[in-house]
Each structure stands twice: as C-alpha cells, then as structure tokens.
C-alpha cells in the first residue's frame, strides 16, 4: 500500500484528553483458553473468536473509532499444529467470504497486512478480492493482521529502501522516520493510539512494533470470545482519561 495523508499526520499534536481514539488496535487473545476451559476444541475457541471480531467492529463504528486492526495470525503462529493453522486459514477464508458484502455496503474498506508469501493461492486471491472491491469505501477502515510480524515487517520495510538506495532511486542520508513509516505495510493507516490486549496476558508479542511507540495499551483479563461491547467501551473509557503527552510535559506539571 501507498502512504496516505493519515499516515503524513502521525506526528501530529498530541490529542487532548477526553477525546476518543480515531485507531484501536486489537490482540485478540484467549480462544485456546475459553475453549479448553468448555472442554471444546480449539477450532470452537477460533470459531468464537471470530463472532467476537465481527462485535469489535460494530462496536468500534458506535464508539467513534474510525480504524481497527485485528491480529489474528502472527509469524509465530506457524509452530502451532498444522491442524490449528488450516483451521485458522479456514477461519478468514469463511469471515472474508461470509462478511465482505456486508462490509462492502456498510462502507468499510479491508486491508489485509503480513507477509503473504506463505498463504496458498485460494486465500491470496480472496485477499486481493477484498482489498479491491472495497478500495473506494471510506466509512471504516478494517485493517487484518494476518501472517503479520513487527519484526519481520521492520525487516521487509529496510529491504524496500536498501533496494531503493542501491537501484539509486532515494539517497541513503534521505531515509528518516517518514519514508520507513510509509514502507511499511500499515503506511495507509495512521498510528494506533490505543492498543487492547485481551485474556490479561502483558505483552506486545510483536505486534506493531514500530506503530505502537505512543500508543496507550489496556490489558483485559476477559478471553477473547468473550470480548463484547462493554468491555470495548470500558476501554475507551479508560484511554479518555489519559493524558497522552508523547514525550512532553503534561498539563499539571
């Protein structure tokens, strides 16, 4: 994807408080958990999950946000059973399928980012058919983090503007905080301000890594299939009453 006034306007002043977040990102953790915890399997937990995400967007579009993104699959989750993993690849085939004309109609516009090396041809396809028959929509932007890595898209983004520099196309000394950020495969979307953790895990696991350095983080204890409206606006409650100073003095200093 190409850069975008939103991401230009990463640097932008800090937001005042009370003011909800325009991006929320989303680790959506626990679907193993809730489903051990039924004695199910894990597809049911997976499956779950996926309801939970189709809430998080209607409740992201009632709360005032204007962008989301979803980690669903990671780099990393490629050391899961091979049957989890068809299983999950089987999971975004079914919600692109069953959901895009709803989300066509209802304005939003899908991003899928990640390495998409690795996914078979059927899920590529249905990916592209997404990105493409909802790239005019501007109601709500949902961005898919799938086969997605901090590190990895870091790595990715510095191989684009190496190659660039070699072929002579941008000198090395021109290559600041804005042309990495606009190599990257978020550079359509602005920085997240808020990023929420469910199943009351504290860490980013590598999770937009370059994106998140301002971000606000909650961390739910709820799992994932659990997670409903009310704890979306809980917190959004709670990142309202933070001071976001992005390096700065705040107001009572």
């Known amino acids: 994807m190409t ?5 230009d306007d990463q640097a932008a002043a800090p937001d005042s408080s009370g003011s909800a977040p325009t991006h929320v990102a989303i680790i959506m953790d626990g679907n193993g958990r809730w489903a051990a915890s039924r004695g199910l399997p894990r597809r049911a937990g997976h499956k779950e999950g996926v309801a939970a995400a189709r809430r998080a967007v209607e409740g992201a579009r009632e709360l005032g946000v204007q962008y989301l993104t979803l980690y669903s699959f990671s780099t990393e989750n490629w050391s899961r ?4 993993i068809r299983d999950l690849m089987s999971l975004l085939r079914k919600f692109i399928g069953d959901d895009l004309p709803t989300l066509k109609r209802e304005g939003v516009r899908v991003s899928i ?3 998409r090396k690795s996914l078979d041809t059927e899920l590529k396809l249905l990916v592209s058919r997404a990105e493409k028959e909802t790239a005019a929509n501007s109601q709500f932007f949902l ?3 799938f086969n997605y890595g901090g590190r990895d898209e870091i790595i990715r983004a510095a191989r684009k503007l190496a190659a660039d520099a070699a072929a002579g196309r941008r000198r090395p000394e021109d290559i600041d905080e804005r042309a990495l950020a606009n190599a990257l495969d978020t550079a359509a979307f602005p920085d997240p301000d808020l990023v929420i953790r469910t ?3 504290k860490r980013i696991s590598n999770f937009l890594l370059w994106q998140a350095a301002y971000a606000e983080y909650v961390f739910l204890d709820v799992l994932w299939p659990d997670f409903d409206a009310t704890h979306f606006a809980a ?3 709670d990142f309202k009453a933070r001071e976001r100073r992005f390096g700065g003095v705040g107001a009572a200093q």
């Open 81 to 84: 059973p091979a049957s989890e």
């Open 113 to 115: 980012v990640g390495d």
């Open 235 to 237: 917190a959004i409650e």
């Open 143 to 145: 961005q898919i983090a």
């Open 199 to 201: 199943s009351g895990e």
């Open 3 to 7: 850069g975008s006034p939103a991401a």
